[in-house]
């Protein structure tokens, strides 16, 4: 089954990241396409970000990461106020970024 999942941890306490806002996009040209937007849950995951009706999965797809937010609710300063990872996927498969 093609997904798309990923776990974030607060290395620093030691313990998963609540509440992070993430997007995924994907490009389509220059240009990026938001598809999905959620929060971490409790366990500092997000269940599967793909849309279910995506007729053609294979591309090349953006997580972003919202951690100035989440390290400002924390009353620390971030050094990266957003990470974004970029891949590739490139059949239909289950895709967990860790």
Not at 15 to 41: C, F, K, N, Q
Not at 73 to 85: D, F, R, Y
């Amino acid at each position: 089954m093609t997904g798309i999942t990923t776990h974030v941890l607060d290395t620093a306490r030691g313990r998963p990241a609540a509440g992070i806002a993430v997007s995924l996009a994907r490009r389509a040209g220059d240009a990026w396409t938001e598809l999905a937007a959620a929060r971490t849950d409790a366990a500092g995951r997000v269940a599967n970000l793909l849309p279910t009706d995506l007729e053609n999965p294979i591309g090349t797809y953006r997580l972003r990461f919202d951690t100035g937010a989440y390290f400002k609710a924390q009353g620390v300063p971030s050094l990266h106020p957003l990470i974004e990872i970029v891949f590739e996927v490139r059949d239909a498969e289950h895709y967990h970024v860790p």
